[in-house]
Nanobody, 120 residues
Framework: QVRLVESGGGLVQPGGSLRLSCAAS????????MNWYRQGPRKERELVAA????????NYEDSVKGRFIISRDNAKNTVYLQMNNLKPEDTALYYC?????????????WGQGTQVTVSS
């Protein structure tokens, strides 16, 4: 059974940091691109950070560039999101996502999410 389990969310003051983790199982982790999405109150889900399966190159949503770092440890089947200098607008439910596209099928898996709240 495919599973993606997020952890590390919580309540933090503006300017603080959190490190999110996503533990994966049930599929060949190293062959999947891994992504972090988030959905804030009254907002649409958006892609925050992505890391490729091939060379580990990364991409970030403009508002988090320079503050967030996505990384992966294929030996541990885990992807991380280091979140620094957090702002109230970062408040959202953060989802771990795994994606792989083959010639015939697109695989997409989602975790249940972990809540991040940035408030004084």
């Amino acid at each position: 059974q495919v599973r993606l389990v997020e952890s590390g969310g919580g309540l933090v003051q503006p300017g603080g940091s959190l490190r999110l983790s996503c533990a994966a199982s049930g599929f060949t982790f190293s062959r999947y691109a891994m992504n972090w999405y988030r959905q804030g109150p009254r907002k649409e889900r958006e892609l925050v950070a992505a890391i490729t399966s091939a060379d580990g190159s990364t991409n970030y949503e403009d508002s988090v560039k320079g503050r967030f770092i996505i990384s992966r440890d294929n030996a541990k089947n885990t992807v991380y999101l280091q979140m620094n200098n957090l702002k109230p607008e970062d408040t959202a439910l953060y989802y771990c996502n795994a994606e792989r596209t083959t010639a015939l099928y697109k695989y997409r898996y989602w975790g249940q999410g972990t809540q991040v709240t940035v408030s004084s």
